[in-house]
């Protein structure tokens, strides 16, 4: 089974904190995604990967950044977290090219920022 | 630019009764067509998936969904409910094209089955 695994399942930081998400997956996929997903607004994308060292902005960027130094994990940070940024985050990994289909996701992973 | 549109946010239905969940996508190039489930607490789980081929695709816990090319549209339905569809769902979108490929959420649509 594919399996993408987020590091925490739920976590509590401080506003200006530096806040690392980390997520792995085990299918030497090409593509990983981190999207948040807030009630009525579904799943928006933040960042995404196409390989190594590469990334390509999503729709709501502002706040975040990723890093990609191995094809199997894609973090996301928030350089300085604000309240605004409490949500659930959602990491997904997915083949590319002619043999890509579907998306496989992590468990979700619940920031608070108080 | 791909987008997704879910017609409606709740959709409350009595146990064993047919649901329609409603998608409408926007893109201009051929796409793949995805319904993913979220039961709570959980991660997304894939539902069905729209490829190519038959525009009727079935998928698991007896879902089914259509793919009309000239409404753009991919709704899911079933023909009879249980509680343990209460979940949350979300349709998809991503281009066919070569290298990187986005994958477009709508706002998800909650299911409520009602005894």
């Known amino acids: 089974d594919v399996k993408v695994t987020q590091s925490s399942r739920y976590l509590v930081k401080r506003t200006g904190e530096k806040v690392f998400l980390e997520c792995v997956q085990d299918?030497?996929?090409?593509?990983m995604f981190w999207y948040r997903q807030d009630p009525g607004l579904g799943l928006r994308l933040i960042y995404f990967?196409?390989?190594?060292?590469?990334?390509e902005k999503g729709d709501i960027p502002e706040g975040y950044s990723v890093s990609r130094e191995k094809k199997e994990r894609f973090s996301l940070i928030l350089e300085s977290a604000s309240t605004n940024q409490t949500s659930m985050y959602l990491c997904?990994?997915?083949?590319?090219?002619?043999?890509?289909?579907?998306?496989?996701f992590g468990q979700g992973t619940r920031l608070t920022v108080v | 630019a791909q987008s997704v549109t879910q017609l409606d946010s709740q959709v409350p239905v009595f146990e064993e009764a047919p649901v329609e969940l409603r998608c409408n996508y926007s893109?201009?190039?051929?796409?793949?067509l995805f319904w993913y489930v979220q039961y709570p607490n959980q991660g997304l789980q894939l539902l069905l998936k729209y490829l190519s081929g038959s525009t009727l695709v079935k998928g698991i816990n007896g879902f089914e969904a259509e793919f009309n090319k000239s409404q753009t549209s991919f709704h899911l339905r079933k023909p009879s409910v249980h509680i343990s569809d209460t979940a949350e769902y979300f349709c998809a979108v991503s281009d066919r094209g070569q290298g990187a490929q986005k994958l477009v959420f709508g706002q998800g649509t909650r299911l409520t089955i009602n005894p």
């Open positions: 893109s201009s190039v051929s796409v793949y």
């Open positions: 990967s196409y390989d190594v060292k590469m990334k």
């Open positions: 997904a990994s997915r083949t590319q090219g002619a043999r890509s289909t579907e998306a496989f």
């Open positions: 299918m030497d996929h090409e593509n």
